[in-house]
């Protein structure tokens, strides 16, 4: 199994500043063929599913505000909410699907 | 609208079978897609366990891949998974998803809003 480690594991941001949130895969996510990386960030509030943000690292899926960007590349990956909102308090977790699916263990994202 | 239901029994005995159905609903599950199943244990992450496409192909976690079982019922426009031997881990709110593309492990774009499962005698 590729093992996908998030850090922090949370982090509390004031509202309007920026939130990082970083994802480490112990094998590459890039495939030389395409130059894709095979990462996807989701969020998930409580008692709700996980919501796609990101795929193949920075493409943001339809609807998804553009303050959540993803970028990174090979083993090291970041999500970055540029100005954070109340609504964006949740936990956030990474995924790889370069091989069967992993998903790193999650980061909760607060209003400090 | 694209929309996934799970259905489920709630309460499993320790050592019996786990079998949840996920229905599809306002779209073909023959289409090209990969539908999954994932979960996630009260207060812990996700784990993805398994994905099906309508032509048969399955791929498994390679931690459960012994007592599982992942079907797809064209007629009835639904999946299943069967998990056999159950424990006390197994207990969690179990997801279906479809997947973003049609080319095997992917990012779920859709997801059911999940059903709680607990293994308790």
């Known amino acids: 199994d590729i093992v996908m480690t998030q850090s922090p594991d949370s982090l509390a941001v004031s509202l309007g500043e920026r939130a990082t949130i970083n994802c480490k895969s112990s094998?590459?996510?890039?495939?030389?063929?395409?130059?894709?990386?095979?990462l996807g960030w989701y969020q998930q509030k409580p008692g709700q599913p996980p919501k796609l943000l990101i795929y193949w690292a920075s493409t943001r899926e339809s609807g998804v505000p553009d303050r959540f960007s993803g970028s990174g590349s090979g083993t090291d990956f970041t999500l970055t909410i540029s100005s954070l909102q109340a609504e964006d308090v949740a936990v956030y977790y990474c995924?790889?699907?370069?091989?069967?699916?992993?998903f790193g263990q999650g980061t909760k994202v607060e209003v400090k | 609208q694209v929309q996934l239901q799970e259905s489920g029994p709630g309460l499993v005995k320790p050592s019996e079978t786990l079998s949840l159905t996920c229905a599809v609903s306002?779209?073909?599950?023959?289409?090209?897609?990969?539908w999954g199943w994932i979960r996630q244990p009260p207060g812990k992450g996700l784990e993805w366990i398994a994905s099906?496409?309508?032509?048969?192909?399955?791929y498994y976690s390679p931690s459960l891949r012994s007592r599982l079982t992942i079907s797809v019922d064209t007629s009835k426009n639904h999946f299943s998974l069967n998990l056999r031997s159950v424990t006390a881990t197994d207990t969690a709110v179990y997801y279906c998803a479809r997947t973003l593309g049609s080319s095997g492990p992917d990012v779920f774009d859709i997801w059911g809003q999940g059903t709680m499962v607990t293994v308790s005698s």
């Open positions: 094998q590459t996510l890039l495939y030389s063929s395409n130059n894709k990386n095979y």
């Open positions: 306002g779209f073909s599950i023959s289409s090209d897609y990969y």
């Open positions: 995924q790889q699907y370069h091989a069967t699916p992993t």
């Open positions: 099906v496409y309508h032509r048969g192909s399955t």
